[in-house]
């Protein structure tokens, strides 16, 4: 995996990870951001958050959903259940419950109305859609569930989705 692919690191972002670093350690924790540019990760776990500069960085594993984790010498479960409740709590924009079935159709037209706008569109899994190669977007499909590390794009696309109705 690597530390300097901008779209890979992109995908990290809500999910746990075990960063190594340079003195032979590690961190657990779930991805808040990576920063685009110089690479840093912040991470989160339920009682703090912890920057990691990317020169200190020697790689990073992706966690399966139910992982163990250290937390004050205790060792604690984590389910998917878990995950939710964090996403919730972590990134209130973006989480919206749809039904799979509402979502779907949300999707297909997310994409017709980016297509509308002659805008490459490829579909990722059940519910990601890339956006002109660069930009992700993931349930409820509105300008504050697009990622991006090119600004420039993400901007253009969000204004574009500015005119999407997702209700």
């Known amino acids: 995996m690597s530390l300097t692919d901008g779209l890979e690191l992109l995908n ?8 190594h670093l340079v003195n032979e350690t590690s961190v657990t924790g779930r991805v808040y951001t990576v920063d685009p540019e110089t690479h840093n990760f912040i991470l989160q776990d ?45 990134f209130p924009s973006t989480v919206r419950h749809i039904s799979k079935e509402n979502c779907e159709k949300l999707k297909v037209r997310l994409v017709e109305h980016l297509q509308k706008h002659r805008v490459p569109v490829e ?32 901007g253009r696309i969000q204004n574009i989705l500015a005119t999407f109705d997702v209700s």
């Open 123 to 154: 579909l990722r899994g059940e519910e990601e859609v890339v956006v002109a190669g660069v930009v992700r977007c993931r349930p409820p499909y509105d300008r504050n569930s697009c990622f991006s590390t090119n600004d420039i794009v993400l």
């Open 12 to 19: 990290l972002i809500g999910r746990q990870v075990e960063v």
């Open 46 to 90: 339920s009682t703090s958050t912890t920057f990691l500069p990317y020169s200190n960085i020697t790689k990073y594993t992706v966690l399966p959903d139910h992982v163990t984790t250290h937390v004050s010498n205790h060792v604690t479960k984590v389910t998917l259940a878990d995950l939710r409740e964090i996403d919730e709590k972590y």
